[in-house]
C-alpha cells in the first residue's frame, strides 16, 4: 500500500503550484513529507509543483543525506553522486538539490511537511535592502499565528550543500535566541521555506507570509511599516484563543 503521506504532499504541491497563487512558476520551488523515522519524500528535480505526480517524488534515506552536513566541502558531481544513492528505489528519478535542506528540516522536532517557493511579494522583499527587517519583525496577529514569532534569515547562500549548512546554522542560532521551533526560514535573493506538523500549516505560513510581504511593501510605500513590539508579539503568541485557533486550523 502506498505511504499515505504521498497524498498528502501531491495536494500541498499542487496548492503551492497554483499560477493563481503566484507562489512558484514552471520548475520552481519544492515540497517534501517525512515518511518515517528513516526516510522521506521529496521532489524529483526538474519537476512542476502544480502538476507534481506520485512517480514525480524520491524516497530518500535520512542517513545518507544528513551527515553531508558536517562535509567541509564538496565538488557538485560528488553532492550529485550523494543524492542519487540516497534514494530507496534506484529506479526513481532524481531528487532536488535542495533535499539537503529538506532532510534537515524534516529531523526537526514536530515537523512533518516542509515547502519551498519563490513566491513573488515575498521575493521582491528579499531582493530588497529591508529583507532582514521583514524576517525579523511582525505587523499584525495572524502574520504571528501561520508564521511564527519570527523567520529565520538567511543570507544569499550558494543552493546545495553549503545552502543546507547555513540554514542549520541559522536555525541553531534561532532555537538560541528564541526558545521555540521555527516555522518559517527566508532566503535573501532566493525564495521562502515553511515548515510544520501538518499540510496545510506548511500551506498558510507560505500564503501568510505573502500576504505580509504586500501589506509590507504598501506600508513601505506610505512611510514605512509599523512593527508590533516584542511584548505584544509574545502576548499573541502565548494566547490560549490564538492555540486553539492553530488548532482548529490544523497549524
Ligand atoms: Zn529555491
Known amino acids: 500500500m502506498p505511504n499515505p503521506i504521498i497524498q498528502d504532499i501531491l495536494t500541498l504541491s499542487h496548492e503551492i503550484g497554483r499560477e493563481d497563487r503566484g507562489l512558484t512558476m514552471l520548475g520552481e520551488g519544492n515540497t517534501s513529507g517525512r515518511a518515517s523515522d528513516e526516510t522521506f519524500f521529496v521532489k524529483a528535480s526538474g519537476t512542476c509543483l502544480g502538476t507534481l505526480k506520485e512517480e514525480d517524488l524520491v524516497e530518500c534515506r535520512n542517513a545518507a543525506l544528513l551527515p553531508l552536513l558536517e562535509r567541509e ?96 546554522a541559522q536555525v541553531e542560532a534561532y532555537l538560541r535566541r528564541y526558545q521555540r521551533q521555527p516555522r518559517m526560514v527566508l532566503m535573501q535573493n532566493h525564495g521562502i521555506i515553511t515548515l510544520g506538523g501538518t499540510w496545510q500549516a506548511v500551506l498558510s505560513g507560505l500564503l501568510m507570509a505573502e500576504k505580509a510581504a504586500k501589506i509590507f511593501v504598501g506600508a513601505a510605500v506610505l512611510g514605512g511599516p509599523i512593527f508590533m513590539n516584542d511584548e505584544n508579539v509574545d502576548r499573541i503568541a502565548g494566547r490560549p484563543d490564538e492555540a486553539y485557533r492553530q488548532r482548529a486550523l490544523k497549524l
Open 73 to 168: 566541502s564538496m565538488t557538485d558531481q560528488e553532492i550529485e553522486a550523494a543524492l542519487l544513492a540516497a534514494r530507496v528505489d534506484p529506479k526513481a528519478k532524481k531528487p532536488s538539490v535542495e533535499a539537503i535542506f529538506h532532510a534537515y528540516l524534516l529531523s526537526l522536532p514536530g515537523m512533518k511537511f516542509v515547502g519551498h517557493g519563490h513566491a513573488t511579494a515575498v521575493n521582491q522583499i528579499l531582493c530588497s535592502v529591508r529583507a532582514r527587517d521583514f524576517a525579523e519583525h511582525r505587523m499584525f496577529p495572524d502574520e504571528i499565528v501561520c508564521c511564527g514569532v519570527a523567520s529565520v534569515y538567511v543570507p544569499y547562500t550558494d543552493p546545495g550543500l553549503k545552502l543546507a549548512q547555513v540554514i542549520r
